[in-house]
DNA sequence: AAAATTTGACCTGT
DNA sequence: ACAGGTCAAATTTT
């Protein structure tokens, strides 16, 4: 037993070590994409580190559910001494840290009971991002080439925008509890936080993001003529997300009748044309998007692992548990 | 007709 | 009691 949660440990040490590093290069890369962007040539060399980042992506992605399929075993131990497994950190400024623990809770707790032998349903990895888009209208960088189906809208308390409540549409066909929060920040209407709750474990998550499925089951075999097919059957899926499913409603704050207004222009959301055509159904694609069509570096810079990744934990992972 | 969104009510944690 | 998160009926869109 004890020898099985060293073990643990000394795993999560090493994924968090990966994880540093890959930090580390996608800072980098950051950098440098910064550059090509600033210098806007580069064709071929850009598409090499657009697949770096892709790569990067999905390899946070696994080592993020690693890391914190590990640390929920360990924790377990630690929780029952006392312990607490540490939480993230208030995230920074106008947020809303009580709700840290608790908004992982919804995919399990369902309206009745179940509450009571869900208690440990805090293990979906969660993973926070901001998005900048170029208008205040255009919303392309938002769509991640997932198919989301809106659940919810609240006004949060001190935000100027009211907070979207999304998860994966293909939920109950195929188990898929992935979700995301998606909320314009009070001082910059062009920001969006974003904040993903687990990983697709659906078709459509595979497709996008390869490393998942083969994290998971031999699908790292899946060819990519199988991708383009997935993309074929993702695309339907994206045009119906991409369209309705986006929160435009968080474009203000306004009653429903304004919002209606804004409702309005779900039918046709993006008054300077179609940029939706050059939707992105692949990692590449992806994180081209989010790092084009986000004005700056943010996209990629600033994904931030909700993990207690901070100086102490790096140090000596094994005091935690 | 089916699927998606809206929105008020309800539930849960603090 | 309050705030955040989710549900589900009603409504809208495709």
Redesign the pocket.
């Known amino acids: 037993m004890e020898g099985m949660s060293e073990e643990k440990c000394a795993l999560v040490a090493e994924l968090v070590r990966m994880l540093d590093m890959v930090r580390q290069l996608e800072a980098h890369m950051a950098g440098t994409g910064q550059q090509q962007q600033q210098g806007g040539g580069g064709g071929a060399a850009a598409g090499g580190d657009q697949r770096c980042r892709a790569l990067v992506w999905t390899m946070r992605g696994s080592i993020d559910r690693a890391v914190h399929m590990a640390m929920s075993c360990c924790a377990d131990g630690r929780r029952a001494a006392g312990g607490q497994l540490p939480e993230s950190p208030p995230s920074g400024g106008d947020g809303?840290p009580?709700?840290a623990?608790?908004?992982q809770?919804?995919?399990f707790?369902?309206?009745g009971?179940a509450?009571g032998q869900c208690k440990k349903k805090k293990t979906l990895p969660k993973r926070r991002t901001q998005v900048r888009v170029s208008a205040v209208q255009d919303v392309t960088p938002l769509d991640d080439g997932l198919?989301w189906?809106?659940?919810?809208?609240?006004d949060?308390?001190?935000a100027k925008y009211p907070?979207a409540?999304f998860r994966c549409?293909h939920r109950h066909t195929q188990s898929c509890h992935a979700?995301k929060?998606v909320q314009r920040t009070d001082g910059d209407p062009l920001l969006f936080d974003v904040v993903y709750h687990g990983s697709h474990t659906c078709t459509q998550g595979a497709a996008v993001h390869p490393a998942a499925a083969s994290a998971e089951h031999s699908q790292a075999q899946k060819p990519q003529p199988a991708a383009a097919a997935e993309q074929t059957t993702a695309s339907p899926?994206f045009e119906?997300?991409a369209?309705?499913?986006l929160p435009?409603?968080l474009l203000s704050n306004k009653p429903?009748g304004a919002?209606?207004a804004a409702?309005?222009a779900?039918?046709s959301p993006f008054p300077g044309g179609a940029r939706v055509t050059a939707s992105p159904a692949t990692p590449e694609c992806l994180v081209q998007e989010l790092a084009a069509t986000t004005n700056s570096p943010m996209a990629m810079g600033e994904m931030d692992f909700m993990f207690p990744l901070d100086a102490d934990f790096l140090e000596n992972p094994a005091s935690y548990f």
């Open positions: 809303s009580r709700s623990g608790s908004d809770a919804g995919d707790r369902g309206r009971n509450a198919s189906r809106k659940y919810g809208q609240k949060i308390l001190g907070r409540y549409t979700s929060q899926a119906s997300a369209g309705p499913v435009f409603s429903a919002d209606h409702g309005g779900t039918s």
